[in-house]
């Protein structure tokens, strides 16, 4: 999903948005039966929160903690692979396809006006077990073109291409300089890892008795999961096909051991 692009304002590309402060306000009890009704009234296994992602893909779920907005036009062509990828376990937050020179106007991909042209990258932000980490490390390996970023809770880190702040949205019209309105930033991105792990205690775990099974579920998730940020600087590149490829594969990759950035 593209959870924290705003709606574009006309002539405008998606912008990140900011994290407001009713996301850490606690919902009243009628709110909070509303939610557990939506992200599971008393999940016990991961595979349960893992499908709380996926309905969320499919629509069957409203919102998540970080997935307030309807999903965008452009992430209708993506909604069957994303819910696979939730249910394979690299739950996403935040999601784009690759454009290769699309029309300023195009009525998906179009912003900035007429006369003008339009690329992005190919990127996706979820969250992934150390398990699932070290799979998505080992493809990007192969793949040349595919940059990472990855921090856990406690603020450990792994990375691989990422070197910077890189253009992730771009649009070349005449008389102007081209513009970059949507980049990745590694420093901004540590930011909101911190809001962002926050959520799953202050919006998913609170919702949930002291010491059940589900409050400790979440927790674990909170403690022991990355989010990942995947970028693919291959414009004709399939990054979701790289996903694809670890769920459908076997091969027996073991845990990360946090602590080394790479």
């Known amino acids: 999903p593209s959870m924290r692009w705003r709606a574009p304002a006309s002539g405008t590309p998606p912008a990140l948005a900011p994290v407001t402060p009713e996301l ?13 009704a939506e992200w599971g009234a008393a999940p016990t296994r ?51 396809p690759a454009v290769r020179s699309a029309d300023s106007t195009d009525l998906v991909h179009g912003w900035g006006g007429r006369g003008g042209r339009v690329c992005q990258k190919a990127y996706v932000e979820l969250f992934a077990s150390p398990e699932r980490l070290g799979r998505l490390m080992d493809a990007c390996g192969r793949r040349g073109s595919v940059a990472y970023f990855a921090v ?16 992730l949205t771009w649009g070349s019209f005449a008389n102007r300089e081209v513009l970059q309105p949507t980049v990745f930033d590694p420093e901004t991105f540590l930011v909101w890892a911190h809001e962002a792990f926050a959520l799953w205690l202050e919006e998913w775990a609170a919702l949930y008795e002291e010491g059940s ?12 999961y990355f989010l990942v940020a995947v970028m693919d600087n ?7 096909g790289l996903f694809d490829e670890i769920i459908s594969g076997d091969a027996d990759i073991g845990p990360l051991h946090p602590g080394h950035e790479t």
């Open 152 to 167: 856990d809770c406690r603020g450990n880190t792994y990375k691989s291409g990422v070197r910077g702040v890189t253009a």
């Open 234 to 240: 291959d414009l004709r590149g399939d990054l979701l």
């Open 24 to 36: 850490f306000r606690r919902p009243s009890p009628a709110a909070a039966a509303a939610l557990r």
């Open 213 to 224: 099974a589900s409050r400790a579920l979440v927790q674990h998730v909170h403690d022991t």
């Open 46 to 96: 991961e595979e349960d929160l893992h499908e709380v992602f996926a309905g969320y893909v499919e629509g069957r779920v409203l919102q998540l903690p970080w997935c307030r907005a309807t999903l965008r036009p452009e992430t209708v062509s993506l909604l069957s692979r994303l819910s696979m990828l939730c249910r394979g376990g690299f739950l996403t937050v935040n999601s784009q």
